[in-house]
T-cell receptor, first 112, second 114 residues
């Protein structure tokens, strides 16, 4: 089936530290891959996406590269800020369908 | 544009009571979804709709019903609430074109069933 596995949290980092949140997906079909972010008390919002192998999605200093050979889509940021504290969800769509499968989420806490 | 709105924001129900959650979107999206979010389980799809008048089951449909009488609205009903339905419920919508699968989420409804 279609599934997404992401590293468990919580992840606690100091401000300006380097961030990596790992995500792997099942290699069925040709999915598009996404990272969504959920700030406290809010709904999810799209952070970045990649629609085919070797694409790099980027937004707000975050990046993720679609790696077909390792079925991975790891999220990275070079220097995190306190305002990046949130829950991050990796996701994939189900081939040609609009349904999206989400990972379990990784909570990031950035301390000053 | 308001985007995706959900009503109510919070609700407490007793076991066996019924209620309806309302989702509305003003982006003319074809597709709409209802998810529940539980600790450690991410988001799970309850029901979805690919257009006005159509609905389909998702991953965890039992105990819920939905209706899409108008394109902009998607209702989620609980006929007889159970404590296992305590959760945060999110509605989302998206375009129907293959070029973009981005889903737009509402702010959520926190439901507690006692």
């Amino acid at each position: 089936g279609n599934s997404v596995t992401q590293m468990e949290g919580p992840v606690t980092l100091s401000e300006e530290a380097f961030l990596t949140i790992n995500c792997t997906y099942t290699a069925t079909g040709y999915p598009s891959l996404f990272w969504y972010v959920q700030y406290p008390g809010e709904g999810l919002q799209l952070l970045l996406k990649a629609t085919k192998a070797d694409d790099k999605g980027s937004n707000k200093g975050f990046e993720a590269t679609y790696r077909k050979e390792t079925t991975s889509f790891h999220l990275e940021k070079g220097s995190v800020q306190v305002s990046d504290s949130a829950v991050y969800f990796c996701a994939r769509n189900s081939g040609g369908y609009q349904k999206v499968t989400f990972g379990t989420g990784t909570k990031l806490q950035v301390i000053p | 544009n308001a985007g995706v709105t959900q009503t109510p924001k919070f609700r407490v129900l007793k076991t066996g009571q019924s209620m309806t959650l309302l989702c509305a979107q003003d982006m003319n999206h074809e597709y709409m979804y209802w998810y529940r979010q539980d600790p450690g389980m991410g988001l799970r799809l309850i029901h979805y709709s690919v257009g006005e008048g159509t609905t389909a089951k998702g991953e965890v449909p039992d105990g819920y019903n939905v209706s899409r009488l108008k394109k902009q609205n998607f209702l989620l009903g609980l006929e007889s609430a159970a404590p296992s339905q305590t959760s945060v419920y999110f509605c989302a919508s998206s375009y129907s074109t293959r070029s973009s699968y981005e889903q737009y989420f509402g702010p959520g409804t926190r439901l507690t069933v006692t």
